[in-house]
């Protein structure tokens, strides 16, 4: 079974530009999920979606970042325009359903903000 | 709203002895919990999960932990620590409301084995 697929695997970008992280989530997954995990800390949600809707967003900082996932498969995320404090890993999980099942995680995205 | 505690940023063990990484979480319903291990430069990897049941619960590499919900803990451990058990372990829950749930990591804790 393949597992989840993200990339790219490292960006380094300026401050102020713009940014797309793109995931691929196991065949079958309804629930998909982004997660900022700055360096030190646990990852932090930023968004989830069940199919391709959103089921919450709460703490996205939406002036910034928006995130989609069209057919309820691939997500995107994006952050226009870029923080310095934006540094991170942004890690993308699939899960089968939402409840007792497990989330899987792809290897993330390292964002470096100079 | 439900939240994750790991006390110790780290654990440090010798080789073959037992370890424990401690978790405590606040949900104001019944949880789903889950330990996940991360490997430098990796992603998380889910090692074990309670539903109900067994309050002891066996998951991936030897590793095991133990729900109780008096004490609103899930504490991971192993019998005997590998060197190679050395890497970032969070802790997380889920409270299930209705069709909808959320994963909340804690910060996870960092076990360090010596030979």
């Known amino acids: 079974e393949a597992g989840v697929a993200q990339s790219p695997r490292y960006k380094i970008i300026e401050k102020r530009q713009s940014v797309a992280f793109w995931c691929n989530p196991i065949?079958?997954?309804?629930?998909l999920y982004w997660y900022q995990q700055i360096l030190g800390q646990g990852p932090k949600l930023l968004i989830q979606f069940q199919n391709n809707g959103v089921v919450d967003d709460s703490q996205l900082p939406k002036d910034r970042f928006s995130a989609e996932r069209l057919k309820g498969v691939d997500s995107t995320l994006k952050i226009q325009p870029a923080k310095l404090e934006d540094s991170a890993v942004y890690l993308c999980?699939?899960?089968?359903?939402?409840?007792?099942?497990?989330?899987?995680f792809g290897q993330g995205t390292r964002l470096t903000v100079v | 709203a439900q939240s994750v505690a790991q006390p110790e940023d780290q654990v440090n063990v010798a080789e073959g002895n037992p370890l424990t990484v401690k978790c405590t979480y606040s949900?104001?319903?019944?949880?789903?919990l889950f330990w996940y291990v991360q490997y430098p430069n990796r992603g998380l990897q889910f090692l074990l999960k309670y539903i109900t049941g067994d309050n002891l619960v066996k998951g991936s590499y030897g590793f095991e932990a133990e729900f109780n919900k008096s004490q609103t803990s899930f504490h991971l451990k192993k019998p005997s620590a590998l060197v190679s058990d050395s890497a970032l372990y969070f802790c997380?829950?889920?409270?299930?409301?209705?069709?909808?749930?959320?994963?909340?990591f804690g910060k996870g804790t960092k076990l360090s084995v010596k030979p």
């Open positions: 997380a829950v889920r409270e299930v409301v209705g069709s909808q749930g959320n994963l909340i």
């Open positions: 999980a699939s899960s089968f359903r939402v409840g007792n099942t497990e989330a899987f």
């Open positions: 065949s079958g997954h309804a629930t």
């Open positions: 949900v104001s319903g019944n949880p789903y």
